[in-house]
């Protein structure tokens, strides 16, 4: 669509559900060893881009994020292709972020990249998780440290001036040391913006299979980890945004920040979600039903504004940012008693938590919310 002449801000979300293997930890909806269904899946998707064109037809969108699974597993011919379909069908802004995220194996190619940042990709986000081996091969991914600063290079040939590493801390039989090492390989390869989480153990992945016969840190250890990430991203230039946000000035990630702020956005695909029209609503964990073309869904709710507001009081504490004095003025002694133990602080008209209180966020965003009356 050619129309940008309506501001309203819109992200969308294309969830690519393939990947090569599975991971370990992953508790995501991807499905290993399907590529046979991928020209259908990308079929699928247009049809859906197209279903849902009219509804958004009041907004612009200025951030498009195809997440997965592997989406650079599809391969650059199709995601391009799909890219100009989601411009066909919404109005794009002329500056928006446009990302993808990619497996450092399957991201080694500069032509390829270059073909994906011709038809207007923009960022990339690249999954390192770690920069040693043996915690790659313990987490079942199917990368090397060598794949990755392959990766790295190849975006930068193909034109990429905006790229991501995805690390995770807390990894089995991790120490405080080698996490650190992780974080001094990662910031070698000079990436715009850092998204760095500590491992959840989620029921049914293959790693809560065998969780008893892993040791894994405690959470003191990723409690450690957490706290050097916060001091040695920030001696190296990145700014904590969020609680596993880090990015160099004017690199945070427009498409995250939609979610942290209460913005909209539509999903496509299967088990991907979506805040829309007043509507939040998530699309089944079935790729079967996608491409016969059921909308089926796993949620579909319309948040009351008391519930919205509790929300943006969760999601806003969990920025740097925070949240203003007087939209927390009910919650100023909480406020006051978390400032004197080192876990909030008031700044420039704004409350908001240290790293410290980042490590203990949802105790104190409940007692927050209780003092709002939420």
């Keep these: 669509m050619d129309d940008m002449g309506n501001a309203r801000p819109l992200g969308l979300y294309i969830h690519i559900p393939f990947c090569r293997a599975k991971c370990a930890y992953c508790d995501f909806y991807s499905l290993a060893r399907s590529e046979e269904r991928m020209d259908a899946y990308a079929a699928a998707l247009t049809d859906a881009f197209r279903a849902a064109a009219p509804d958004a037809a009041g907004y612009t969108a200025d951030t498009v994020y195809f997440g997965g699974g592997t989406p650079s597993l599809l391969g650059a011919p199709r995601l391009a ?10 109005a794009v802004a002329p500056d928006a972020e446009i990302t993808f995220e990619a497996n450092p194996e399957s991201a080694r190619d500069t032509d390829a990249l270059r073909l994906l940042r ?9 999954g390192m998780q770690s920069a040693d081996d043996d915690e790659l091969r313990a987490i079942g991914r199917i990368h090397s440290a060598r794949d990755t600063a392959a990766a790295v290079d190849a975006a930068r040939r193909a ?3 905006n790229l991501s590493l995805d690390l995770i801390y807390g990894l089995p039989a991790q120490t405080r040391a080698r996490w650190r090492d ?3 390989a990662a910031t070698a390869l000079a990436p715009e913006h850092l998204s760095c989480y500590g491992l959840k153990v989620e029921p049914g992945t293959p790693l809560y299979m065998r969780r008893d016969s892993v040791v894994l840190p405690d959470d003191d250890a990723q409690a450690d980890m957490y706290l050097d990430t916060v001091e040695l991203l920030a001696a190296q230039g990145y700014a904590q945004y969020e609680i596993s946000n880090f990015a160099r000035p004017g690199y945070e990630s427009r498409h995250n920040l939609k979610y942290w702020t209460l913005g909209e956005y539509l999903g496509f695909g299967p088990g ?3 805040d829309f ?3 939040r609503f998530g699309r089944a964990r079935d790729l079967d039903a ?3 073309g059921k909308a089926v869904l796993s949620e579909d709710a319309a948040p009351s504004p008391q519930e919205r507001a509790a929300e943006r009081v969760m ?3 969990r920025t740097v940012r925070g949240l203003s004095t007087e939209e927390l003025a009910d919650a100023a002694e909480v406020l006051r008693m978390c400032a004197e133990r080192g876990l909030a602080e008031q700044s420039g008209g704004f409350w908001r938590l240290t790293p410290r209180g980042f490590l203990v966020s949802n105790a104190i965003i409940l007692r927050v919310q209780e003092a709002l009356g939420l």
């Design 81 to 90: 292709a799909l890219l100009e379909a989601v411009r066909r069908a919404f």
């Design 118 to 126: 011709d038809a207007g990709f923009n960022r990339i986000s690249l």
């Design 159 to 161: 034109g990429f001036e």
């Design 182 to 184: 992780n974080l001094a």
């Design 272 to 274: 991907a979600h979506s």
């Design 277 to 279: 029209g007043g509507r």
């Design 290 to 292: 996608f491409l016969a």
């Design 315 to 317: 999601l806003g504490l």
